[in-house]
């Protein structure tokens, strides 16, 4: 089985530009989530989506950051402006609808704002 | 609200020595509870979970957890260490009333010492 995908793997950017991250779940999966990991913190849920519907993004910056899951499978996650404080990695993690509380992970993006 | 505090940002040990990485939570209901670890670049991987049922349990690698209710603990633990063992070590928290979101602690890097 195929795991999750993301690209690219390293983002390097000057603050201020804009940036997007994809992800590929799990075949199947119907839950997604994009998790913010900053250096010496564990991952923080930014958003999570059911098919292609928001469960919840409360700790989502929508004054910077957007994200969508068009048909239910593939996701993006924008930033526009980047600043310095968003250097971090960027996981994205799947689930399917009967195990939600299991989640798989991918290998995340390195993204460094300068 | 859920939460998780991993004591020890850093634990070394020797080969062959016992792992012990600490985790304490905070939960208004039963929890799930999860221990991940996460190798250099790479995504989180599970090791292993509590959700309901016995209260030690065994995941990959030869590590096991054991929940104690009565001092909301979930120790991760592993008799022998091997130097394929470090890494950094994720302990996470969630409840089916949160929509299962994860809430992961600040992480245990583990250092093997041959």
Request: charged letters at 15%; hydrophobic letters at 35%; one cysteine or more.
């Amino acid at each position: 089985e195929a795991g999750v995908a993301q690209s690219p793997r390293y983002k390097i950017i000057e603050k201020r530009q804009s940036v997007a991250f994809w992800c590929n779940p799990i075949s199947g999966h119907a839950t997604l989530y994009w998790y913010q990991q900053i250096l010496g913190q564990g991952p923080k849920l930014l958003i999570q989506f059911q098919n292609n519907g928001v469960v919840d993004d409360s700790q989502l910056p929508k004054d910077r950051f957007s994200a969508e899951r068009l048909k239910g499978v593939d996701s993006t996650l924008k930033i526009q402006p980047a600043k310095l404080e968003d250097s971090a990695v960027y996981l994205c993690a799947s689930s399917h609808w009967t195990d939600s509380y299991e989640q798989y992970f991918g290998p995340g993006t390195r993204l460094t704002v300068t | 609200a859920q939460s998780v505090t991993q004591l020890g940002s850093h634990v070394s040990v020797s080969e062959g020595a016992l792992v012990l990485l600490r985790c304490n939570y905070s939960s208004s209901v039963p929890p799930y509870l999860f221990w991940y670890v996460q190798y250099p670049n790479q995504g989180l991987q599970l090791l292993l979970k509590y959700t309901t049922g016995a209260t030690l349990v065994k995941g990959i690698n030869g590590f096991e957890a054991e929940f104690k209710k009565s001092e909301t603990s979930f120790h991760l633990t592993k008799p022998s260490a091997h130097m394929s063992d470090a890494a950094e070590y994720f302990c996470a928290v969630s409840a089916p009333n949160t929509g299962n979101q994860f809430y992961f602690g600040t992480g245990t890097s583990l250092t093997v010492i041959p």
